[in-house]
């Protein structure tokens, strides 16, 4: 079982998403991660919070894992505290009402029987390489695109994913400040220390996924190294990321809301395997250093986690030339998905030229 979620807590409180300045009011519209398969057994219940909202998730007798709205819709027990699986369903622990897979009320054990007024919503999940992902929002219909294409748990050439590839730690402020990250090619030297700004090599918004591919000299414990980046994100929520370098690697960040200043964080890293004799087996050597110092760059204390905590969201930055074909480019490819306006998008009219020209 996954330990808890690490919170290092923010360094500021910002009061509402207004104030930071971030734009939206509302959650982008997309696939987002919830866990990891092997931490929900057949019969596990498990309460969740996202997307401002209480959710109930559990895995059915089928083995099918399934999401929906945490409050039965009898008298409002939360089904996530004390809930029983049967079959496809969940029964209430209040008053033992018992909901099917499509949130349908199928046996009342008293009264008439059944109540066929009242459903709970369900939520369309998928799992995928191990993972569990949900779409957003719940009542949009059949999801618009798939999922990042990921090793799966016995895919040959890769240590184990889990329980040393993952990590999950909730951060206090929106994900798309890290989404924004595959653009912004400059940052990596001065916080990540490339020996110089990596040279871009692609930047496409091709429909619901955004890809960069840059090359650079990454620092190492010998030095630096030469190392080739492609990133993709799928949507707000998901970046996929597919390394080529001192040891290569596929690493997918989930960025999942939990309200509007608060995001769970989740890292699953594929670590290529050169000795066929380890495939399968837990990441050690250089493999599991790789896993603890990406984690570390990511979110530590001398990463970007400070500066995003601290950091007011400017809708109208100063771009340079280079941010205007990267950094600006995927702010404008993200606002399609969300279908709460923002703040001000009848206003937001970002300059065409560079701040110094």
Same mark, same amino acid.
């Given at each position: 079982m996954t330990s808890p979620p690490l919170d290092r807590g923010a360094g500021r409180r910002w009061r509402d998403h207004v104030d930071r300045g971030f734009p939206y009011a509302g959650f982008a519209r997309g696939w987002y991660q919830l866990g990891w398969s092997? &931490? !929900?057994?057949?019969?596990?219940? @498990?309460?969740?919070?996202? /997307? &401002?909202? &209480? !959710?109930?998730?559990?895995? &059915?007798?089928?083995?099918?894992?399934?999401?929906?709205?945490?409050?039965? %819709?009898?008298?409002?027990a939360h089904l996530g505290y004390g809930g029983v699986v049967e079959s496809s369903g969940i029964r209430c622990p209040f008053h033992a009402w018992l909901w099917d897979h499509d949130g349908r009320n199928v046996e009342v054990p008293y009264g008439e029987g059944r109540c066929s007024k009242r459903t709970i919503k369900m939520w369309t999940v998928r799992e995928h390489g191990g993972l569990i992902f949900v779409w957003y929002p719940s009542d949009s219909g059949t999801p618009e695109w798939d999922l990042p294409p990921l090793p799966d748990e016995a895919a040959r050439g890769y /240590? %184990? !994913?889990?329980?040393l590839g993952i990590h999950h730690e909730i951060v206090h402020f929106p994900g798309q400040f890290i989404g924004e990250n595959i653009a912004d090619l400059a940052h990596l030297k001065f916080v990540h220390r490339f020996e110089e700004v990596p040279a871009l090599r692609e930047c496409v918004a091709a429909g619901p996924v955004f890809r960069t591919v840059f090359d650079g000299m990454t620092p190492t414990s010998r030095?630096? %190294?030469?190392?080739?980046?492609?990133?993709? @994100?799928?949507?707000?929520? !998901?970046i996929r990321t597919e390394t080529a370098g001192p040891i290569g690697s596929v690493t997918l960040a989930g960025l999942t809301p939990i309200d509007h200043g608060t995001t769970m964080v989740m890292f699953s890293r594929w670590m290529?395997?050169?000795d066929p004799s380890m495939e399968g087996q837990q990441p050690a050597g250089k493999a599991l250093r790789y896993i603890e110092n990406n984690t570390a760059e990511a979110l530590g204390p001398n990463s970007d986690r400070p500066i995003w905590d601290h950091m007011r969201y400017l809708t109208r930055p100063a771009y340079t030339r280079e941010e205007i074909v990267t950094v600006r480019r995927i702010r404008e490819w993200m606002r399609p998905f969300y279908d709460v306006p923002s703040v001000d998008e009848a206003t937001d009219d970002l300059p065409d030229e560079p701040f110094n020209e």
């Open positions: 092997r &931490d !929900l057994a057949v019969g596990n219940v @498990a309460p969740l919070r996202f /997307f &401002d909202d &209480d !959710l109930v998730m559990y895995r &059915d007798k089928g083995g099918i894992v399934r999401v929906m709205d945490a409050y039965c %819709a009898h008298y409002g /240590f %184990a !994913l889990y329980p030095g630096h %190294a030469p190392v080739l980046m492609t990133q993709e @994100a799928y949507g707000v929520g !998901l290529e395997c050169p």
